[in-house]
């Protein structure tokens, strides 16, 4: 389902004297159906940065990136839209939304933009949004006031809402109490179950230890210093 | 005889505005340009009319200028006189007898027939400008049929009185083709501009020239639920009883009283030379 | 797929100087574009002669009319252009005055689309006004009070308003959120993106506000001197910027 080869990545800062910094280098990874891969290695050794390149949010330097049948390192923007509609999820860290939007909307929107109903998929929503235990009253309101744990759990919720066949999580469980938890790594369990491709980043290795058949540690993809 | 060249304007220049008048009955309802002299009179009083008269008229014409439907008022004698003297053509209050007449903001009740002229004054000839201010961009308008301003105009009205409220200058549309502001006569007298006479407008200020050749299509604008209606007060003339001809109000005291009676005064006293009494006409004979 | 517009070499100079250089993009149905840069960036002169309100000097703007399929809109004879932007586009202005007809009622903006269109009946016009005022947030029983009495942000969104009311496909927008309060914006930027998404436009935003098109747009484009410098995904271009310039941009942004 994911499947990386000879992924190579480097950043140009121009207005720094135009360092060059190489950040990956030959990097290969296949995640198959109903497979979790974790990524593991020191902070700063590239997982988020391998995440984001999965997710074309950075651009690849070389070698491919397919996912789904689409090769991230070289698809038009209008086929990464696409990709991330249909195909591709991402839980990340932050939550990046437009002020004053209703949580229940939040949750719902990936669902929306693939013309779902309006009314099923804010039911859908509400559900996920009962099962990681946000109170109904916060449903109401935009997240961009919650506490960490609450905009950990909106946006677990926006990953989850649809059963995309491939999964980037970045830290899903920090940050949550022993309940949520639990919960989410029943979702990971659930969309594993249905096929899901995921790659993962975890801190909690027991959490890692549970759901991820196969550890990756990207240290190895680190270019080999000069 | 006089000293001035016939009806005043010199040659050139009456022929300058044959020209725009041919060109304006060519295109009815086309707002021609044309080099607007000075009169000698302020602009407001009609020197768009008066230039427009001066070029169509013949020492064989018979004038008559009303002014609201009045020969009387001091509008409509001033220019009469100003062509007895500059012309000295023959001059008539009668609408039948007339070839040539000048009108401020009424059609005659008479019904005008083949071979006579109605000259208009016409302050703003460009029933866009209303919503438009730019003369550049209404004339584009004019060019590309972009019209919808004109229901813009007309549905403010419905909206702000709910009903049109526009009674006078009502918009219309000349042969489904261009919108034409019909001078500020009373939409009373809309349906009266398909007609067998030559309708000149003259507009002396903004320099526009304007026309509808005899019977041209001429349709008031209006919204399919709210129909164009041809208004007036739902009362007889005081003085002849006509029912259909238009009214104006008259304050008769300093306590409120007031009648209604033709605002043409030929037609009223061509009706009462026939033995017609309105209610207070009857009163007074009582 | 056809693309909706399809631009290629679009080229405008202002005697010497620069207005935009050899820009090409094609934007797809529903896709939304955002062009960011500087003042004098040339994104406003581009989206003016994508509009047709400025005639550039060469390239083409090649529109996939409903009725005959692609056409050039810059060799379009000027009627079918301006019927094109009455009916099938949309230009969302800065500063409401700007598109908005401020002597006339609320109502009035949002039926004159549809009078322009033939229209005809009193009652659907204003029930179509009623139910758009509603749809951009505006109490419908403001219908007859007149922009002027609108606050900043209830006028932008009555411009939308006009302007979505005959169905476009492709709007135009020139700094839609500029010049309103934060909060005010964000309104106005859920708006959009609801608007958007329910009706399937196409849209291209101007602005240079970097916040503002992460929310709304798929791609992004970003000019300076009148060349586009990079174009890409825009959380791409904004979280790994290839350009010396844009790398620049976003370095700039202050944190809140």
């Known amino acids: ?226 | ?286 | 797929m056809t693309p909706l517009l399809s631009v290629s070499g679009l080229s405008k100079h202002y005697g010497a100087q620069i207005g935009c250089a050899d820009v090409s993009f094609d934007l797809f149905p529903g896709e939304v574009m955002g062009i960011v840069g500087e003042s004098g960036s040339g994104k406003s002169t581009l989206l003016s002669c994508l509009a047709g309100h400025l005639v550039p000097d060469s390239g083409a703007v090649i529109y996939d009319t409903r009725a005959e399929g692609p056409r050039d809109v810059i060799t379009m004879s000027e009627p079918e252009r301006r019927m094109l932007g009455r009916t099938d586009w949309a230009f969302v202005h800065q500063n409401p005055r700007d598109g908005l007809r401020m002597a006339v009622s609320a109502g009035g903006n949002v039926g004159e689309r549809l009078m322009a269109t033939g229209a005809r009946h009193y009652g659907d016009i204003r029930a179509a006004a009623e139910d758009w005022l509603g749809r951009v947030e505006i109490d419908p029983r403001r219908i007859d009070d007149r922009p002027a009495t609108f606050s900043g942000g209830m006028q932008q969104r009555l411009q939308i308003a006009r302007n979505l009311v005959t169905g476009p496909r492709l709007v135009f927008m020139d700094e839609p959120t500029g010049g309103l309060d934060v909060s005010v914006q964000a309104r106005l930027l859920d708006l959009l993106r609801g608007l958007v998404r329910q009706m399937g436009l196409s849209a291209v935003i101007v602005t240079h506000d970097l916040a503002v098109v992460r929310l709304l747009a798929d791609r992004l484009m970003v000019m300076k001197g009148g060349f586009v410098v990079e174009a890409g995904l825009t959380d791409q271009v904004l979280d790994d910027p290839q350009h010396g310039y844009t790398q620049l941009l976003v370095s700039s942004v202050l944190q809140v």
């Open chain 2, 1 to 286: 005889m006089t000293d001035y060249n016939f009806a005043y304007l010199d040659e050139q220049t009456k022929r300058m505005i044959r020209r725009a008048i041919l060109k304006a009955l060519a295109v009815p309802g086309y707002q021609v340009p044309f080099a607007s002299r000075e009169m000698p009179m302020p602009y407001g009083w009609g020197t768009g009319g008066v230039q427009v008269s001066a070029a169509v008229l013949t020492p064989e014409d018979r004038m008559k200028v009303i002014d609201q439907g009045a020969d009387d008022t001091t509008n409509a004698v001033s220019i009469r006189q100003f062509f007895e003297k500059t012309a000295g053509v023959a001059t008539t209050t009668q609408t039948a007898e007339a070839s040539v007449i000048q009108t401020r903001h009424r059609i005659p009740e008479t019904p005008l027939t083949e071979g006579q002229i109605l000259v208009y004054q016409v302050p703003i000839p460009e029933p866009l400008r209303f919503l438009e201010p730019r003369e550049t961009e209404t004339r584009k308008m004019h060019a590309l049929e972009e019209y919808g301003l004109m229901h813009v105009r007309l549905y403010e009205d419905i909206a702000r009185h709910g009903h049109i409220a526009t009674s006078y200058a009502y918009p219309v549309r000349i042969e489904g083709r261009y919108v034409m502001d019909p001078s500020p006569i009373p939409k009373f007298d809309n349906p009266k501009m398909e007609m067998a006479a030559i309708q000149l407008f003259g507009a002396g200020r903004e320099q526009r020239i304007y026309a509808l050749p005899p019977h041209t299509k001429v349709v008031s604008l209006d919204f399919d639920d709210h129909p164009f209606e041809a208004s007036k007060p739902d009362v007889p003339c005081a003085l002849c009883g006509a029912v259909d001809a238009y009214l104006d109000e008259v304050i008769t005291d300093d306590a409120g009283g007031r009648m209604f009676v033709c605002s043409d005064t030929d037609h009223c006293e061509r009706r009462r030379a026939a033995g017609h009494r309105g209610p207070v006409a009857e009163e007074d004979a009582a």
């Open chain 1, 1 to 226: 389902m994911i499947e990386i080869t000879k992924l190579s990545k480097s950043f140009l800062m121009h207005n720094q004297g135009a360092a060059r910094i190489e950040v990956m280098r030959g990097a290969d990874l296949s995640v198959g159906p109903g497979e979790c891969v974790a990524l593991t290695g020191a902070s700063g050794a590239g997982k988020s940065t391998l995440m984001r390149l999965i997710y074309g949010n950075y651009l690849a330097g070389g070698g491919a990136i397919r996912v789904g049948g689409v090769d991230v390192a070289r698809a038009s923007p209008r086929e990464i839209i696409a990709l991330r509609r249909e195909t591709l999820g991402y839980v990340s860290q932050f939550l990046r939304v437009v002020p004053r939007v209703p949580t229940r909307e939040v949750v719902a929107e990936p669902l929306l933009v693939l013309g779902m109903p309006e009314a099923k998929a804010l039911s859908r929503a509400e559900a996920l949004l009962a099962r990681l235990n946000l109170p109904a009253p916060l449903w109401s309101l935009s997240p961009t006031t919650f506490s960490g744990g609450e905009q950990q759990r909106v946006n677990i919720a926006r990953g989850f809402v649809h059963p995309y066949p491939a999964l980037l999580l970045d830290e899903p469980t920090a940050s949550l109490d022993p309940v949520n938890r639990e919960v989410v790594l029943d979702l990971i369990e659930a969309a594993k179950a249905r096929g899901a491709a995921i790659v993962g980043i975890f801190h909690d290795a027991a959490a890692r230890a549970r759901v991820c058949g196969r550890e990756v540690d990207v240290s190895a993809f680190a270019p080999v210093s000069a």
